[in-house]
Antibody, heavy 122, light 113 residues
Framework: QLQLQESGPGLVKPSETLSLTCTVS??????????WGWIRQPPGKGLEWIGT???????SYTPSLKSRVTISVDTSKNQFSLKLSSVTAADTAVYYC??????????????WGQGALVTVSS | DIVMTQSPDSLAVSLGERATINCKSS????????????LGWYQQKPGQPPKLLIY???ARESGVPDRFSGSGSGTDFTLTISSLQAEDVAVYYC?????????FGQGTKLEIK
């Protein structure tokens, strides 16, 4: 059964870089049938798509964060990662990693990690 | 960006009754090439990640009870729960994936009356 698990620091200082890794088990990140992504949710608020990556390294980012975001994949470790630079308190959120099928053209996030709360504070 | 607006923001329905949540997009999310609407619905319970219920506006995800159904086309969509169960208490989100960035509605909180 597919499992996704986010890991990384739960506290990041303002202006620093947030780094999270999603470890995939029960399935291969190198499958051409799926895309992998990051979605965040500020406490008590709604969902915001951050970006998506294919196993080949092809990425797509939300324009509002594009200048600060890097998503990468490590097929040898079956992991993909998120880096968000120059963080502020507005980046405080639960960060989810997720998987969607390639046929669904962007949506259909059918598998999710449990989420990692990242707080930006000095 | 396409703005997704859900109504109502919150809803209280009696057990066994029908619950209806609406979602309106600021522009059409209908792909003319395949005649499919790039619209999904998610359920989120407290402390849990979202769960995909519906995609392509009306296709039910595997394992989702058939009391959940989606309808609509173009800019107006509806999620219907035909007979509300206690375990359906959650926040529901619509999402468009017609264009980048994909965007979500603000959420509708569903409670038991």
């Amino acid at each position: 059964q597919l499992q996704l698990q986010e890991s990384g620091p739960g506290l990041v200082k303002p202006s620093e870089t947030l780094s999270l890794t999603c470890t995939v088990s029960g399935g291969s990140i190198s499958s051409s049938r799926y895309y992998w992504g990051w979605i965040r949710q500020p406490p008590g608020k709604g969902l915001e798509w951050i970006g998506t990556i294919f196993y080949s390294g092809t990425t797509s980012y939300t324009p509002s964060l594009k200048s600060r975001v890097t998503i990468s994949v490590d097929t040898s470790k079956n992991q993909f990662s998120l880096k968000l630079s120059s963080v502020t308190a507005a980046d405080t959120a639960v960060y989810y990693c997720a998987r969607r099928p390639a046929y669904c053209g962007g949506g259909c996030w059918g598998s999710w990690g449990q989420g990692a709360l990242v707080t930006v504070s000095s | 960006d396409i703005v997704m607006t859900q109504s109502p923001d919150s809803l209280a329905v009696s057990l066994g009754e029908r619950a209806t949540i609406n979602c309106k997009s600021s522009q059409s999310v209908l792909y003319s090439s395949n005649n499919k609407n790039s619209l999904g619905w998610y359920q989120q319970k407290p402390g849990q990640p979202p769960k995909l219920l519906i995609y392509w506006a009306s296709a039910r995800e595997s394992g989702v009870p058939d009391r959940f159904s989606g309808s609509g086309s173009g800019t107006d969509f509806t999620l219907t729960i035909s007979s509300l169960q206690a375990e359906d208490v959650a926040v529901y989100y619509c999402q468009q994936f017609y264009s980048t960035p994909q965007t979500f509605g603000q959420g509708t909180k569903l409670e038991i009356k």
